[in-house]
């Protein structure tokens, strides 16, 4: 199966930047999208982007679009989700999961806790 390691959170102010990184292993040519997800105290975990291993297409979150942006390095197996201009609420415990075709992901990393003071 697909292993999947978040990193890259902190705490930082409003209106900072941070990268987050999700490194796969395992049999990864079966992985047909990497999604990133987050989930705030007290709140369901909530889409947030999504990119396709092969084509590199991309969705967001109407809540993130124009301040983050996901990529991909095929040949280190990672997908990226660089975060500009945070804002409080997007404090939260951010995921990265892959799918390996359809709406269900089926991998979960363990998370990467992402704090944004105001």
């Known amino acids: 199966q697909v292993q999947l390691v978040e990193s890259g959170g902190g705490l930082v102010q409003a209106g900072d930047s941070l990268r987050l990184s999700c490194a796969a292993s395992?049999?990864?040519?079966?992985?047909?999208?990497v999604g990133w997800f987050r989930q705030a105290p007290g709140k369901e975990r909530s889409f947030v982007a999504r990119?396709?291993?092969?084509?590199?297409?991309?969705d967001y979150a109407d809540s993130v679009k124009g301040r983050f942006t996901i990529s991909k390095d095929n040949a280190k197996k990672t997908v990226y989700l660089q975060m500009n201009s945070l804002k409080p609420e997007d404090t939260a415990v951010y995921y990265c999961?892959?799918?390996?075709?359809?709406?269900?992901?089926?991998?979960w990393g363990q998370g990467t806790q992402v704090t944004v003071s105001s």
């Open positions: 999961a892959a799918s390996l075709g359809g709406p269900r992901y089926d991998f």
């Open positions: 990119i396709t291993w092969i084509g590199g297409s991309t």
């Open positions: 395992g049999p990864t040519f079966s992985t047909y999208a």
